[in-house]
């Protein structure tokens, strides 16, 4: 198997404020929210990072989008560092949380061509692109409605569409089905599942084991912010 994703060894701390040592009821001002994490991704895999909410699964996955740099070790993505090269690896990465606020007032036709004039796509290529994204997702008949007008699974699916507007070949989503009704959660994990046939590489966190099971090929848990086990789903099942 061809390794896309290589993560080394990383450590990420933060300085909590008054109000986030209350919220996280600890009279220590560093929290180590990854700790000494490594693992590895290949083409066309779905791997899951499965663990408790607090457990370092978004810290992790914002270190591999260059949202934030480890402390310390490494992240390379097609043999480029987060830490040295982050703009290649930002070409070659799609990217979804539920973090990404939209603004209200632009409609997702106008937000799916900006998005794709960032990355350089030419106006034929995008256009194809937006075709196929927005039937696939059944934005069509809401691509005029301002995002602030739409329906929480629409954004969301809005959001998915933009993200994978450069068609990344490594596509990494935090928590991709939270907040999202049965039927729209099928859509998003049904056309995953297609793009690991696809040749992609994707990693996603989640704290649902029954999300991992649907979709993931390999799993790591993490706890803590540490890697406690990583191994393939059906390994894992049989108590190996």
Do not use: W
């Amino acid at each position: 198997m061809e390794k896309t994703v290589s993560v080394q060894n990383i450590s990420k701390t933060f300085t909590l404020s008054k109000k986030q040592q209350k919220i996280e009821q600890s009279d220590e001002r560093k929290k180590i929210a990854v700790n000494g994490l490594s693992f590895d991704a290949y083409k066309g895999e779905i791997f899951g990072l499965l663990g408790p909410n607090g457990a370092g699964k978004t810290t992790t996955l914002r270190c591999i989008s260059t949202l934030i740099k480890p402390d310390t070790g490494d992240i390379t993505i097609d043999n480029y560092s987060v830490v040295k090269e982050e703009e290649k690896v930002r070409s070659v990465i799609g990217f979804l949380t539920s973090d990404l606020k939209l603004e209200n007032f632009f409609t997702p036709n106008y937000l799916f061509d900006y998005f794709a004039k960032l990355h350089g796509i030419d106006e034929e290529t995008s256009q194809l692109r937006k075709t196929e994204l927005f039937s696939r997702f059944g934005i069509d008949k809401f691509r005029e409605v301002k995002v602030g007008e739409l329906s929480t699974g629409m954004r969301q699916k809005v959001q998915l569409a933009i993200s994978l507007v450069h068609n990344p070949d490594i596509i990494i989503f935090d928590e991709p089905t939270n907040g999202l009704d049965v039927l729209t959660a099928r859509v998003v994990t049904d056309y995953l599942k297609e793009l690991r046939d696809q040749g992609k590489t994707i990693i996603v966190s989640t704290h649902i084991f029954s999300l991992v099971e649907k979709i993931c090929d390999r799993v790591g848990i993490i706890i803590e912010g540490r890697l406690k086990v990583e191994d393939t789903l059906d390994h894992l099942l049989q108590g190996g």
